[in-house]
């Protein structure tokens, strides 16, 4: 099984920056993906961004050119920094994984920005 631990979110202004992380723990081993999925008030949950074995990665069509997401494999850990944060971004964001066990989720973290 794998187990995901989400930080960073919180309060920021309109134009701010947050990076989230999300460190994994457990079978680590055979992820063959990872992710960040966003819920918004009164929204389903969406998919924001994905990286792949390989190091490809996609984007949601209104966080490109913002946001990034990168892993560090040695510290078994995905980010993702978000730029020039909007109100529409505000959220509860959710890192989840791909693995030999099937989807896992993290608890997520909430991020509100003040316009």
């Known amino acids: 099984q794998v187990q995901l631990v989400e930080s960073g979110g919180g309060l920021v202004q309109a134009g701010g920056s947050l990076r989230l992380s999300c460190a994994a723990s457990?079978?680590?081993?055979?992820?063959?993906?990872m992710g960040w999925y966003r819920q918004g008030p009164g929204k389903q949950r969406e998919s924001v961004a994905v990286?792949?074995?390989?190091?490809?990665?996609s984007y949601k069509d209104s966080v490109k050119g913002r946001f990034t997401i990168s892993r560090d494999n040695a510290k078994n850990t995905v980010y993702l920094q978000m730029n020039s944060l909007k109100a529409e971004d505000t959220a509860v964001y959710y890192c989840?994984?791909?693995?030999?066990?099937?989807?896992?989720w993290g608890q997520g973290t909430q991020v509100t920005v003040s316009s």
């Open positions: 989840n994984a791909l693995s030999r066990d099937g989807w896992a």
């Open positions: 457990g079978s680590i081993f055979s992820i063959s993906a």
């Open positions: 990286i792949i074995d390989g190091g490809s990665t």
